[in-house]
């Protein structure tokens, strides 16, 4: 299994909260970077928020201020905390994870900001 795992989409009103979690498949400790990416239908996949094994961050400048990325070394988890979403949110997230220069993609979960 290569794969990491996402969880938590799900449709939420503009404005609210929605946390996403990403299983990595082994230790996070030998993973050299992380991060959340986003396509919407039509559109190029784009980074949304990341982080590298030292600690640095990047949040694309749509979700500055509203998205926070962190981690959970004992659980081998990376979570995406979103907060005041907004309709143009809606995407599916992808985690991607980087090990030993391979690129893991996981399956994708659907995020829907709507009224």
């Known amino acids: 299994q290569v794969q990491p795992v996402e969880s938590g989409g799900g449709l939420v009103q503009p404005g609210g909260s929605l946390r996403l979690s990403c299983a990595a498949s082994?230790?996070?400790?030998?993973?050299?970077?992380m991060g959340w990416y986003r396509q919407a239908p039509g559109k190029q996949r784009e980074l949304v928020a990341s982080?590298?094994?030292?600690?640095?961050?990047y949040y694309a400048d749509s979700v500055k201020g509203r998205f926070t990325i962190s981690r959970d070394n004992n659980k081998n988890t990376v979570y995406l905390q979103m907060n005041s979403l907004k309709p143009e949110d809606t995407a599916v997230y992808y985690c991607?994870?980087?090990?030993?220069?391979?690129?893991?993609w996981g399956p994708g979960t659907q995020v829907t900001v709507s009224s």
């Open positions: 991607k994870q980087v090990r030993g220069g391979i690129v893991s």
């Open positions: 982080f590298t094994s030292g600690r640095t961050t």
């Open positions: 082994g230790s996070i400790s030998s993973i050299n970077s």
